[in-house]
């Protein structure tokens, strides 16, 4: 069992940046690839950004490449998710999730998550 807390989210206006963090219970966090996702109202839920369980891989949405950066601290059983120039369609309750699987196909699929937190609302004000 993996027990997930995001925090970190709140009212930003546009080109600002906000850090995300996702603390994570139990002593097999290393052993699990981390996910984070986002939905809006009216929408359905969309990935955001992956990372291995080491670290070594990570991907991102077309949408938040080069904007967003997700990033882990094994020994504090964290994941982060660093955005910077934050645009109005940002504008989301932001999920993080963890998985057992691997591969960017794998990674980048939310029913291939088994835990979830219980989200942060970021909103992006123009």
């Known amino acids: 069992q993996v027990q997930l807390v995001e925090s970190g989210g709140g009212l930003v206006q546009a080109g600002g940046s906000l850090r995300l963090s996702c603390a994570a219970s139990?002593?097999?966090?290393?052993?699990?690839?981390m996910g984070w996702f986002r939905q809006a109202p009216g929408k359905e839920r969309e990935f955001v950004a992956a990372?291995?369980?080491?670290?070594?891989?990570?991907y991102y949405a077309d949408s938040v490449k080069g904007r967003f950066t997700i990033s882990r601290d094994n020994a504090k059983n964290t994941v982060y998710l660093q955005m910077n120039s934050l645009k109005p369609e940002d504008t989301a309750v932001y999920y993080c999730?963890?998985?057992?699987?691997w591969g960017k196909g794998t990674l980048m699929a939310h029913p291939e998550y088994d835990y979830w937190g219980q989200g942060t609302q970021v909103t992006v004000s123009s």
């Open positions: 999730a963890a998985t057992t699987g």
């Open positions: 990372i291995s369980w080491s670290g070594g891989s990570t």
């Open positions: 139990g002593r097999t966090f290393s052993s699990y690839a």
